[in-house]
């Protein structure tokens, strides 16, 4: 014999079963106990200057498109009825982030603002590249989850290998937040990444313009590369137009994800009950899946979508002096952009005398 | 394939498992060698082909030596490590051999050109600069172990092409290890009575691999990834670094390389006990070694022995005149070096190894005498600590050769470390390489790591049990915690896949 203890634990299920749930347990407290938003500090800072009294009449919520190009101070001159606006919008802030944003807020107590302004964006089906970058994946719960597979598995006009790549990245994505997946740095790195500039602008209201940023922050050269790619394609502008017309000429005919017009459909819904008008606002849009916004935003009622993306009526968001890049306004673009939204909230004509 | 991608522990292994014990038992064998290709595949497809070569010429070779008889049996012995040895001496060592070549050339007025090996692409096959096929020392080490048993009659040929060629490519240990030897694993794979890989399901062997295997990845994720993302900042940049991140960097670098090669090896014992199988254990707690001879003893042993049967034997060993002892030391440390790459950095920590043996078997009755003259045998702990920490030092100086990307790196960190001696203290660079609180984070982690590594070792390899079922359920949730919450999840390369 060789002296060793016997090397068999007696109950190796029932020891496994119960570290499963000691694992699960911890990892639910810790869920728990995480700040709103604590995986994007900019828009957790936001969240948090959201609850700041005064509290707005307005609030302005999703990606750079409503971040960079909606100007608050500009849009309260305009509406003229003395409240003020907040733009909640943030970079690469896509749904089902921003709609999770908008239900913390009409679920949680204390007033709201008379009008909340949601970019209608597509849900943000994940690249490969994405599943690194922890600002992607950090919110996603089982039930958001279940939501992107059930959404990646219909997508329309996708293959059956791409259906199901994206609904297996939707579910790692979903995993990785649920199992915590490097939750101590990623905890670490962004309050490390927390910018006041960055995340509530100069002038403390949300928003802040790629010109302004690049002024403000002169060593930023991943912009003024963004910039200079966009000044030498000289007909980046006119391509961006025409394939949005285009899809525009396609019709509504695009299948509308059922998945995606439930969320927001409940989300008009809990809007109505707490007495606040929720409006989807569709800006000059991304030609990737396009058609499926549009289709989303005819599928919903009119009076709770503010277009503002058809280059026949707005030629003023394709003309390259409006605009910073390919994808996003310059300061100038951005506050014909804020007037047409404005307008539009107060129920006028949007883009008739805009510049051309 | 990584042991730590997604692909490996969501798919391939619970697939793999899942179908080992689900197929009838003549089956397994096939199963486990097509697994093994897929798992290989995973890096470079193109590559089997290689591997491929170094199986059937061993596979004939090992039938021919059986039969052979007189110097023939020899000469096919020889054929075989020629093939073995000229696979490596092609796909590892050309570069080397020709860089040499070129600069002894030059130093003599000569010109001298042959195209480096990363510069073919094999017509296109192949991405330029990636022509070091994955685990390729390891894999043809365990060949040749095959025919080298065989040529001794101390292992019978394996007539069954499949069976052997599983051998070679099994795949928890294919690409880094341990190196098998056929009286081990050949003999695993043909306990058939009959009935092929004979395994049953065995829901606490199953659980006892599952737990190295958890294990395995804590070391890899938790310890090895995080030292590294502190560790590489630094040695890629080591004129850019002070001396105190150097010292640091080469502290946490021992981690590293110990965490990332046994967290492997784990992972793959583990991988392999859950089949039914037994692999080599491949490392002992090696830095709680009081010698640099009892160092390698626990460090990579299934290479250390493999160089001692192999090589330091045949040479003589120790049953020659003392100067020839002390040179067959030498040879096999400098040719181990050798072994893990083709870079003169790894030829200097392999042969620092072999003179600190030469240095303690030289000096070692001079200590003896030291020790008995001076009493400081009769503080037998103290000693002992003292000389753990001096073996740990000096292993530890020889990974700054083995880490640096250059002979001109090490030696620079080298000054730069010892210049840290003479300058007061500052704040090291190395603490900002990484977001705030993450250095602190990974010492945390390290001295966790130190302080529970004798007890998780001997409780992974089955030398010890948990006292309770509770004590059992906190301590797998413990490290399953760890690994989700504080494991570095960027799917990284482990060390020794390159060698």
Known sequence: MNGRRDTRPSKPLRAAAMAALLTGAVLAVIHNALPAFWGSPNVAMKWDALHRAPRPARLLVGSSRIYRQVIPSLMDSVIGDGEHTFNAGFAATFPPATYQLCERLLNGPGPLPAVVLVELSNYMLYEEANLADHRYWYYLGPREGVGLVRHALWLPGSSRGERLAYAARAARATSYSLLGLGLVDHVMGSASDADTLMALGSSGDGALTLEEQVRRVPGDTGLATQRKAFLADTLAAGRRATGIRRLYDRGPDTPVSPVHLGRLNALLDKARQRGVRLCFVLPPLWLDRGEDLLALAHALPDTAVIALCHPDTFPAFYRPDHMFDAGHLNDQGARLFTIALARALRGEPTGQDLPH | ?499
């Open chain 2, 1 to 499: 394939m990584l042991f730590n991608s997604a692909e490996f522990c969501l798919l391939f292994f619970p697939l793999v498992t899942g179908l080992y014990f689900l197929l009838p038992k003549s089956w397994r064998w096939l199963l486990l060698l097509i697994a093994s290709c897929w798992f290989y595949m995973a890096f470079v497809p193109l590559f089997i082909l290689i591997l491929a070569f170094t199986i059937g010429v061993d596979f004939v070779a090992g039938i021919a030596i059986e039969r052979a008889e007189g110097p023939r049996r020899k000469a096919y012995l020889i054929a075989s490590i020629i093939a073995n040895v000229g696979v490596l001496a092609v796909f590892k060592y050309w570069d080397f051999l020709n860089g040499n070549l070129t600069t002894l050339f030059a130093s003599i007025g000569l010109e001298y050109h042959v195209p480096k090996l990363n510069e073919w692409t094999f017509f296109g096959w192949l991405p330029a600069g990636m022509v070091l096929p994955i685990g390729l020392s390891f894999h043809t080490f365990q060949s040749l172990s095959y025919t080298i048993e065989v040529y001794r009659r101390h292992q019978k040929a394996e007539h069954r092409f499949g069976v052997f060629a599983l051998y070679v490519m099994f795949y928890p240990q294919l690409v880094a290890g341990p190196i098998e030897r056929p009286g081990n694993l050949l003999n695993q794979l043909n306990a058939a009575d009959g009935h092929g890989i004979r395994s049953d399901w065995d829901s606490a062997r199953v659980a006892h691999g599952l737990r190295q295997m958890l294990w395995g990845f804590f070391k890899k994720l938790v310890i090895a990834d995080r030292c590294a993302a502190l560790v590489d900042p630094v040695y890629g940049d080591v004129t850019g670094h002070d001396g105190l991140s150097l010292v640091l960097a080469t502290l946490l670098f021992a981690l590293q390389i110990y965490c990332d090669f046994s967290g492997y090896t784990d992972i793959a014992l583990g991988a392999a006990r859950v089949m039914g199988f037994e692999l080599m254990v491949n490392f002992r707690t090696p830095y709680r070694s009081a010698s640099i001879s009892e160092f390698w003893g626990r460090w990579h042993i299934s290479l250390s022995s493999w160089f001692r049967d192999y090589l330091y034997i045949p040479l003589g060993g120790n049953r020659v005149v003392k100067w020839r002892w002390y040179m067959n030391v030498l040879i096999v440390f400098m040719v181990s070096g050798l072994w893990h790459g083709p870079n003169w950095t790894f030829v200097i920590w392999g042969g620092l190894h072999g003179a600190y043996l030469v240095l303690a078997l030289v000096c070692g009755p001079f200590w003896a005498r030291v020790h008995a003259f001076s009493g400081l045998g009769r503080f037998p702990r103290s000693m002992h600590a003292l000389n753990v920490a001096i073996t740990f030092l000096l292993a530890d100086f020889a990974w700054i050769f083995f880490r640096a990307d250059s002979l001109d790196d090490a030696l620079a960190a080298i000054g730069r470390m010892a210049g840290t001696l003479a300058t007061p203290l500052a704040r090291p660079g190395i603490i900002d390489v990484q977001a705030p609180g993450q250095f602190a984070v990974t010492v945390l982690c390290a001295l966790v790591f130190l302080a529970i590594d004798p007890r998780y070792d001997a409780l992974a390899k089955g030398e010890r049990t948990h006292r309770s079922l509770w004590s059992e359920a906190v301590s797998l949730a413990a490290l399953l915690l760890a690994c989700l919450l504080v494991g570095h999840h960027g799917a990284s390369m482990f060390i020794y896949f390159q060698f």
